[in-house]
């Protein structure tokens, strides 16, 4: 399984005015990858996230998956349950819950995410790190062979977060589900990216790719951990740079 | 100063709360409610003994007791209550399901929206008395023309209440629908019911409200049995005591009604997370 995104142009229409938000984008994505998106706010992240899930059609280009069938998941930056549902009806949705066969996947997903004894609990009731984890524990029941991220863990504390990286880092390593991570967090995407996409606004475009060579499990404090971390800070400096050199 | 005893004490004042005995707790609830009532009852009745205050005017509460027992006595409330009961029930029933077909039709088409809702708007404005003589016209004093309009009455609360239940689903969480691939009937059964219904059953209570105040409309208009003819036969002959009665039966039913809905709620809107008034 392999993605190839080419978007030579997707805009959106503002009134009458046109204005493009991406603008050859061209990403190849080999299966089993961790690829994490970093850009700077309003460069086109969540547009381009869409376009790969098939969620936005409009666009010009082409997104080609080897199949064509592939599950794609898809979590967003807000847990998005419904709140009519419980835990546990939310992971399902419109698979039947009473199958044995899913019964069994959901309680190994609500361990997997430790939500035991929060199954029946409605959204209202848990705090946003769990309704995210149920977020997650949705995504996964169905399978998916590309798990698209937005930005999943902004909204939460650092420690909740950190948790949640780890949560994901061994789903990715167990489950060899290609991941595609939008983030605003350096370290986050220094954490758990096998490559890291660089954008830049205005419009969007990919202004580097760098893959990351470091051994898993990482380790923040450590000197190359760092030496990559500076790496990634300085080539954002200089978008920045020639941001506003141009304007 | 303030501040400092709010910070300090919740933890205190919960726990003093929770030992006052269930049965209090309770009681309070029951009481609240009758508080303003009952204070009204007693001053009004004092009133009436005191003072000088002719009967036709303004019955006491205690003449109004006697009336209302009288009129179980004679049989005539339960027999006039029962005819009115079945008007405003077969009168909601036929417009809150018109109106909830109506509601889910338009708000799932824009097709239907535009050819339908101009015309029903126009139709909502017209005020219940001015179609009343048409109805009767048309159908006559019978049962008909009062239960066609009170089904008038019922059906646009449930069908503006339902269009705009329909119309209000989260757009999000139709891309959530469409990433685990809902099919048609899981998008209506699993997420634009769900999200409509505070707004259905919002539509059913005012659509029982309303019901129940085309009655009094229909009743008044003209008829030969009912809660509505007994207040006008009443008025003819200045029994105000009995007019009273019939304003206590409509408040009641009202009440009781409403309540019953609310109680639906309560259990259906389980999951809402909204503001209880406890500041
Ligand atoms: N539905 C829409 N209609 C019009 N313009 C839109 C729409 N969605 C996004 N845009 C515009 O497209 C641009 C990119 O939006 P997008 O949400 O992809 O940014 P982002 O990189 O995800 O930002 P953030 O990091 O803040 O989430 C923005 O300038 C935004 O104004
Ligand atoms: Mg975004």
């Known amino acids: ?247 | 100063m303030n501040k400092t005893t709010i910070v300090a004490n919740p933890p205190l004042k919960r726990r003093a709360w929770s030992k006052i005995p269930f049965q209090k707790v309770e009681a309070r609830k029951w009481i609240s409610p009758l508080l303003i009532p009952l204070v009204i009852l007693i001053i009004w009745q004092l009133f009436g003994q005191f003072g000088e205050v002719s009967k036709t005017v303004l019955p006491t509460p205690f003449d109004i007791a006697t009336a209302t027992y009288k009129l179980i006595l004679s049989g005539e409330l339960v027999m006039h209550l029962k005819i009115s009961t079945i008007r405003a029930l077969s009168g909601f029933l036929i417009g809150a399901a018109a109106g909830l077909i109506a509601g889910i039709a338009v708000g799932f088409s824009t097709r239907t929206e535009e050819v339908l809702d101009p015309t029903l708007q126009m139709l909502r404005t017209i005020p219940h008395l001015a179609v009343a003589p048409l109805f009767i016209l048309w159908l006559g004093f019978g049962e008909a023309s009062k239960v066609l309009l009170i089904a008038k009455g019922a059906f646009f609360p449930i069908y503006v209440n339902t269009f705009l239940g329909i119309r209000g689903v989260d757009a999000k969480l139709f891309d959530v629908a469409r990433i685990f691939h809902f099919n048609t009937w899981q998008k209506i059964k699993l997420l634009i019911f769900p999200s409509a219904l505070p707004n259905v059953l919002l539509g059913i209570r005012l659509s029982l409200g309303a019901a129940w105040l085309s009655l009094v409309v229909a009743e008044l208009m003209g008829s030969t049995e009912g809660i509505g003819y007994m207040m006008m036969d009443a008025r003819q002959f200045s029994n105000t005591d009995i007019v009273f009665v019939g304003i206590i039966l409509f408040a009641l039913g009202g009440k009781v009604t409403d309540s019953f809905v609310r109680l639906l709620e309560k259990w259906l809107l389980r999951w809402q997370d909204t503001y209880k008034g406890t500041m």
């Open chain 1, 1 to 247: 399984m392999s993605i190839q995104v080419w978007i030579t142009d997707k805009s959106f229409q503002n009134g009458v005015a046109t204005v493009p938000v991406l603008q050859n984008i061209q990403l190849d994505i080999e299966e089993g990858e961790f690829v994490t998106i970093i850009g700077p706010s309003g460069c086109g992240k969540s547009t381009l996230l869409k376009i790969i899930a098939g969620l936005d059609e409009d666009y010009k280009g082409t997104v080609k998956f080897n199949d064509q069938e592939t599950e794609r998941g898809f979590i967003f930056q807000e847990h998005r349950l419904f709140p009519w549902f419980t835990v546990e009806e939310n992971i399902a949705l419109n698979l039947p819950l009473k199958d044995r066969q899913i019964r069994q996947k959901i309680d190994e997903l609500v361990d997997i995410v430790r939500l035991k004894g929060f199954e029946k609990a409605y959204p209202k009731e848990l705090s946003g790190g769990m309704a995210q984890r149920v977020a997650i524990a949705r995504a996964l029941l169905r399978e998916p062979k590309v798990l698209l991220l937005d930005e999943p863990f902004s909204a939460l504390d650092a420690f909740t977060r950190k948790h949640l990286q780890d949560v994901l880092f061994e789903i990715w390593k167990s489950k060899q589900i290609t991941m595609i991570l939008v983030t605003h967090d350096l370290d986050e995407a220094v954490y758990l990216g096998t490559k890291l996409v660089i954008m830049n606004a205005k419009p969007g475009r990919i202004s580097k790719t760098i893959p990351v060579h470091l051994p898993f499990p990482r380790q923040r404090a450590h000197a190359s951990f760092q030496e990559m971390r500076q790496k990634v800070l300085e080539e954002f400096e200089k978008n920045e740079a020639s941001l506003f050199i141009k304007s």
